[in-house]
């Protein structure tokens, strides 16, 4: 297991196109994270999962937003309607509730760009 | 409510020169964990270091050191002698272990601070 994966590294979508993520968390982790980080900011938390329940998301997570783990192994995190405002590097992380942040792990994000 | 405040946006050193980038947060917790992550331009977040909030002592990693006063809720990191490849963004985390729902993982980041080291 080489850490958390994501696809696509990089797209570039027009305004109005809607777009999917995926993020394979390592194997054994239970929870996965999503997060948002635009040009010179901080990431930014969106949302978590722990196995395939979304217990958390944040008021950042608008409605053209959606996130699943259907399975409680990889997610998808779905943008509708895209708008330039959306573009940013998606961060996924993921790591296993038992031992807690010892864990925690970043995948290298998929950036995207709305032209 | 939490926060993390990077107050350098920018800071530029010669290289071999101490630096040292400012962390300060806020949390109603008195349980939690503070990190210091790296991202250089290739965009990866590198984990330096966890720090939970009942280990106040400061800790030393090679070129590296964490400095954690809760008194003035700060955890600043000092770069010693520092090198060309350690420019990069750099950024502190807060995560929060609340009594209601325990530690979700959920981190919340300052806004970073870019630090580049000229040869």
């Known amino acids: 297991d080489t850490g958390v994966s994501q696809d696509p590294r990089h797209k570039i979508t027009k305004r109005g196109q809607n777009v999917t993520f995926r993020c394979d968390p390592i194997?054994?982790?239970?929870?996965l994270y999503w997060y948002r980080q635009t040009l010179g900011q901080g990431p930014e938390f969106l949302t978590y999962?722990?196995?395939?329940?979304?217990?958390?998301k944040s008021r950042l997570l608008s409605d053209r937003f959606s996130a699943e783990r259907p399975k409680g192994s990889f997610s998808t995190l779905e943008i509708q309607r895209t708008e330039q405002g959306d573009s940013a590097m998606y961060l996924c992380?993921?790591?296993?509730?038992?031992?807690?942040?010892?864990?925690?792990?970043f995948g290298s994000g998929t950036r995207l760009t709305v032209v | 409510a939490q926060k993390v405040t990077q107050a350098q946006t920018e800071i530029s050193v010669v290289e071999k020169e101490d630096v040292t980038l400012d962390c300060v947060y806020e949390?109603?917790?008195?349980?939690?964990?503070l990190f210091w992550y790296k991202q250089p331009p290739s965009g990866e977040l590198v984990f330096l270091i966890r720090?939970?909030?009942?280990?106040?002592q400061n800790e030393i990693s090679g070129r590296y050191s964490w400095n954690f006063q809760k008194s003035t809720s700060s955890f600043n990191f000092t770069i010693t002698a520092s090198q060309v490849v350690d420019s990069a963004v750099y950024f502190c985390?807060?995560?929060?272990?609340?009594?209601?729902?325990?530690?979700?993982?959920?981190?919340?980041f300052g806004q970073g601070t870019t630090l580049q080291v000229k040869p």
């Open positions: 999962f722990q196995n395939e329940a979304q217990l958390e």
């Open positions: 949390t109603r917790d008195t349980t939690y964990y």
């Open positions: 194997s054994e982790h239970n929870r």
């Open positions: 720090r939970n909030s009942f280990d106040e």
């Open positions: 985390a807060l995560s929060e272990v609340s009594p209601l729902s325990g530690n979700t993982g959920k981190l919340i």
């Open positions: 992380a993921s790591t296993k509730r038992e031992t807690g942040l010892k864990s925690y792990t």
